[in-house]
Antibody, heavy 124, light 113 residues
Framework: QLQLQESGPGLMKPSETLSLTCIVS??????????WGWVRQSPGKGLEWLAT???????FYNPSLQNRVVISVDTSNNRFSLKLTSVTAADSGTYYC????????????????WGQGTLVSVSS | DIVLTQTPLSSPVTLGQPASISCYAS???????????LSWLQQRPGHPPRLLIY???ERFSGVPDRFSGTGAGTQFTLKISKVEVEDVGTYYC??????????FGGGTKLEIE
């Protein structure tokens, strides 16, 4: 069973760049049975998919954020990251990293495993 | 993009009784490989989401068999045969017709009466 753990800055100011990292502590990020993604949840709101990456570097973005977000993978350290530029208060919330079952390997095409989430607050 | 609409927004249920949550898709979430990638996730208060059902009706590893998923086309349903206290939380449907691009429904809050 995969285990994922996010880390982030906690408190930020508007216009800064948010940097998040997800360490895959159990399992390999080069496991082709999974894609690796980020989902966020604004306070008291629903879930929003942000971006997904495959270990070889293929990237996929939510069109609503595509010009502000970059996802990357570091296979040497078994982790992947997200950067979100020009943050505002609307970017506050809990950010989750998660592993998607690869449907091309008979996986779920959903998010099988989740980290515990990291809370980000944007305030001046 | 496919929009998912869940009903009801909130569902008060009695312990031991069945519960049902619906998810309506603006278009069929069928992938080019022929599979319908519609899943259901549970989020208990203060916890991350947890996968319950994928590909409409497949139960994920470790999920109790009181949870079941049905549906086809643009209408899908999550059923809980007998609600337990630990089932309290918010339930989301999710589609991945253009995997890995995906969208979530707005959520349904399950509460005990």
């Amino acid at each position: 069973q995969l285990q994922l753990q996010e880390s982030g800055p906690g408190l930020m100011k508007p216009s800064e760049t948010l940097s998040l990292t997800c360490i895959v502590s159990v399992g390999s990020i080069k496991n082709s049975d999974y894609y690796w993604g980020w989902v966020r949840q604004s306070p008291g709101k629903g879930l929003e998919w942000l971006a997904t990456i495959f270990w070889i570097g293929s990237t996929f973005y939510n069109p609503s954020l595509q010009n502000r977000v970059v996802i990357s993978v570091d296979t040497s350290n078994n982790r992947f990251s997200l950067k979100l530029t020009s943050v505002t208060a609307a970017d506050s919330g809990t950010y989750y990293c998660a592993a998607s079952g690869n449907p091309y390997h008979y996986g779920s095409a959903s998010f099988d495993y989740w980290g515990q989430g990291t809370l980000v607050s944007v305030s001046s | 993009d496919i929009v998912l609409t869940q009903t009801p927004l909130s569902s008060p249920v009695t312990l031991g009784q069945p519960a049902s949550i619906s998810c309506y898709a603006s278009q069929s979430p069928v992938h080019s490989d022929g599979n319908t990638y519609l899943s259901w996730l549970q989020q208990r208060p203060g916890h991350p989401p947890r996968l319950l059902i994928y590909k409409v009706s497949e139960r994920f590893s470790g999920v109790p068999d009181r949870f079941s998923g049905t549906g086809a086309g643009t209408q899908f349903t999550l059923k809980i045969s007998k609600v337990e206290v630990e089932d309290v939380g918010t339930y989301y449907c999710m589609q991945a017709a253009r995997f890995p691009r995906l969208t979530f429904g707005g959520g349904t809050k399950l509460e005990i009466e």
